[in-house]
């Protein structure tokens, strides 16, 4: 079977840079969206922003999925902190999504998903080693030629790897009580977005394999959305373009 890589990322302006790399570029318009075909490497590729949100995102999964035939799929964008010693600028690669605002007490146990019998939906072991494999190259090359000198003193980036549970929800994060909320209930949680397990979910039911990728953007407290605005901005945007580019290398 032909590979077709999709790749879906949570901001537009990271998944620009993405769409900037493909070669024999095809844009198809879909239900709002923009899709854009093309190969990186000599390797098809389907590259569209998820938009924001569960929801959203699920909605651009399903036409990846449904309409491009993609056979993996990386999702990449930025998350704020919810484990101890993750800092600004650290990459977590899913082994497992969980939805934190999913309640259908008391039918089924809370974050249970609806007839699907867990909790947890785990990512490919095959896709999360190698975007693992491509993340821990860039560290080991340092990231500096990546986003440059200002943005590495700005951000004190010294970026390490993690592997681990991440949750989704609709709500960007931005408090101490809310990140605490979420850590007692689910404590093995590395970090918290608004996509991945959606993302997640549209993968198992049709069975497509995939892992998510996401950039500590900030820690999910008070200062989370000031530190999230210029996060993207000045290191986001480079770094996906790199880690992409680096699994499209290594694939
Ligand atoms: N994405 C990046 N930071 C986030 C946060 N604090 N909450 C939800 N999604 C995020």
Not at 37 to 66: R, Y
Request: aromatic share 6%; glycine share 8%; with cysteine.
């Amino acid at each position: 079977m032909t590979r077709i890589i999709g790749i879906l990322g949570a901001m537009a302006q990271e998944i620009d840079e993405v769409k900037a790399m493909l070669d024999n570029k095809c844009v198809v318009q879909m239900a709002n969206r923009e899709f854009v075909k093309g190969k990186i490497n000599g390797i098809d590729c389907v590259v569209a922003f998820s938009k924001w949100g569960k929801v959203a995102a699920s909605i651009t999964a399903t036409l990846l999925l449904q309409e491009f035939a993609v056979t993996e799929l990386f999702f990449i964008g930025t998350a704020g902190a919810l484990a101890d010693g993750l800092k600004v600028g650290d990459i977590v690669i899913s082994k497992r999504l969980v939805q934190h605002d999913l309640d259908a007490r008391p039918m089924i146990s809370r974050f249970e998903l609806p007839l699907l019998n867990r909790i947890y939906v785990d990512s490919d072991p095959k896709l999360t080693e190698l975007a693992g494999k491509a993340v821990s190259n860039l560290i080991d090359t340092g990231v500096e030629h990546i986003v440059g000198g200002k943005a590495m003193r700005e951000f004190s980036l010294d970026p390490t790897l993690h592997f681990g549970d991440i949750a989704s929800g609709d709500q960007f994060i931005n408090s101490v009580e809310k990140r605490n909320e979420i850590l007692g209930l689910l404590p093995d949680v590395k970090c918290v977005e608004m996509e991945g397990a959606a993302v997640a979910q549209v993968c198992i039911e049709f069975g497509v394999p995939f892992t998510v990728i996401r950039t500590i953007s900030d820690t999910a407290d008070h200062n989370a959305r000031i530190d999230f605005n210029k996060f993207i901005i000045e290191v986001a945007n480079a770094y996906s373009k790199a880690i992409v580019g680096e699994i499209m290398r290594i694939l």
